[in-house]
């Protein structure tokens, strides 16, 4: 079946520092790709997606491509601040349903 | 902008009692959907419901029951609650049709300890 797989986390940066965060992906058709940020206490927020192949998402400098070839979606971000300190998840929603399919999320920690 | 509205925000609870989790959304979608969240576990699929008056099991629908009241409401029940339903539980809702944001909507989540 379908499946999302993120590299295990934690990830502690220092500030500034470049971000990524992996994601691949396993599943039939197209689907939309997805990652969500849960700060600490919070629901999740979408942060970026990309619908098909080669599109790229941003949101707040941070970037994904979908890349199709290696079933892929990284998170990068080129200058992380501490205010990133949250939770990340990649995410699948199947062509053929509307079930969203999470990773199994990255905790990000970045120190002063 | 209320969005996605859960309530209440954290619940303790005694093995064995039941409760009902309420869920309301204010954005005219069509789909929403339960999840609960356990640590290195991500979120899995509790139940969902593509429209009104109708529901659906998801990955890990044992121990819960689901109504779909209206288009706005989606509420979680546990009849019998266990240990093991300790969880932070996330509702989440969908629109659909030409131009809608195919990503979801979560609520603020509700940590419900079973002891």
């Known amino acids: 079946g379908d499946s999302v797989t993120q590299m295990e986390g934690p990830v502690t940066l220092s500030e500034e520092a470049f971000l990524t965060i992996n994601c691949t992906y396993t599943?039939?058709?197209?689907?939309?790709l997805f990652w969500y940020v849960q700060y600490p206490g919070e629901g999740l927020q979408l942060l970026l997606k990309?619908?098909?192949?080669?599109d790229k998402g941003s949101n707040k400098g941070f970037e994904a491509t979908y890349r199709k070839e290696t079933t892929s979606f990284h998170l990068e971000k080129g200058s992380v601040q501490v205010s990133d300190s949250a939770v990340y998840f990649c995410?699948?929603?199947?062509?053929?349903?509307?079930?969203?399919?999470f990773g199994q999320g990255t905790t990000l920690q970045v120190k002063p | 902008n209320a969005g996605v509205t859960q309530t209440p925000k954290f619940q303790v609870l005694k093995t064995g009692q039941s409760m009902t989790l309420q869920c309301a959304q204010d954005?005219?979608?069509?789909?929403m959907y339960w999840y609960r969240q356990d640590p290195g576990m991500g979120l899995r699929l509790i139940y969902y419901?593509?429209?009104?008056?109708?529901?659906d099991k998801g990955e890990v629908p044992n121990g819960y029951n689901v109504s779909r009241l209206n288009k706005r409401e989606f509420s979680l029940r546990l009849e019998s609650a266990a240990p093991s339903q300790t969880s932070v539980y996330f509702c989440?809702?969908?629109?659909?049709?030409?131009?809608?944001?195919?990503?979801?909507?979560f609520g603020s989540g509700t940590r419900l300890t079973v002891v």
């Open positions: 989440a809702s969908r629109g659909a049709g030409i131009g809608a944001d195919y990503g979801y909507t």
């Open positions: 599943a039939t058709g197209y689907p939309s």
């Open positions: 990309a619908t098909k192949a080669d």
């Open positions: 995410a699948l929603l199947p062509s053929n349903t509307g079930k969203l399919i």
């Open positions: 954005m005219n979608h069509n789909s």
């Open positions: 419901s593509a429209s009104e008056g109708t529901t």
